[in-house]
T-cell receptor, first 110, second 113 residues
Framework: SQQGEEDPQALSIQEGENATMNCSYK?????LQWYRQNSGRGLVHLIL?????REKHSGRLRVTLDTSKKSSSLLITASRAADTASYFC??????????FGTGTRLTVIP | DGGITQSPKYLFRKEGQNVTLSCEQN?????MYWYRQDPGQGLRLIYY???????QKGDIAEGYSVSREKKESFPLTVTSAQKNPTAFYLC????????????FGSGTRLTVV
């Protein structure tokens, strides 16, 4: 399976703190994407980073990619209670299909 | 607004029955996907279609079937051969060939009773 893994599986922080989630994958990729899922809902695309990029920012989100280590991290700065959700990384390979990690459940305590 | 519509939101199936989950998109996307999500798990690819009248098996296609007769529609049938069908099913579509622009529907929760 090409499915990746997120670490940690669950993360609980206070509002205002930063949250860091990590993703490891197994095969060469074209790009890596991060998605957010609120409980029982569909996924929302957050950010995409291509294999030739090392870092990308979008608002309070910062994503890094290390292709030599086959890993990525998602940093959410100044977290809010509304950031409470599950976060998934997904890799895209030559077939252009998405393969998802197992997710990190983030809880931001007001 | 453009998007993906999945219906129904909740579906109950008796053992031995086939059920069909609907997925419709008005985004003019070529590629469409079906994923299955189990509690506390990531998403696993069931079937995908890159173009009308063509589809391919994903990682867990056994017990499922699909069709792609129209660009806008990619229905998934959960057959009686699927031994553990209770799960959350998500449909997605993709804008272009570069792997970017995946849009997801809001999902269908299927329960076997």
């Amino acid at each position: 399976s090409q499915q990746g893994e997120e670490d940690p599986q669950a993360l609980s922080i206070q509002e205002g703190e930063n949250a860091t989630m990590n993703c490891s994958y197994k095969t060469s990729i074209n790009n890596l994407q991060w998605y957010r899922q609120n409980s029982g809902r569909g996924l929302v695309h957050l950010i995409l980073i291509r294999s030739n990029e090392r870092e990308k920012h979008s608002g309070r989100l910062r994503v890094t990619l290390d292709t030599s280590k086959k890993s990525s991290s998602l940093l959410i700065t100044a977290s809010r209670a509304a950031d409470t959700a599950s976060y998934f990384c997904a890799t895209v390979t030559g077939a252009n299909n998405l393969f998802f990690g197992t997710g990190t459940r983030l809880t931001v305590i007001p | 607004d453009g998007g993906i519509t999945q219906s129904p939101k909740y579906l109950f199936r008796k053992e031995g029955q086939n059920v069909t989950l609907s997925c419709e998109q008005n985004l003019n996307h070529d590629a469409m996907y079906w994923y299955r999500q189990d509690p506390g798990q990531g998403l696993r690819l069931i079937y995908y279609s890159q173009i009308v009248n063509d589809f391919q098996k994903g990682d867990i296609a056994e017990g499922y079937s699909v069709s792609r007769e129209k660009k806008e529609s990619f229905p998934l049938t959960v057959t009686s051969a699927q031994k553990n069908p209770t799960a959350f099913y998500l449909c997605a579509s993709r804008a272009d060939r570069s792997g970017s622009g995946y849009t997801f529907g809001s999902g269908t929760r299927l329960t076997v009773v």
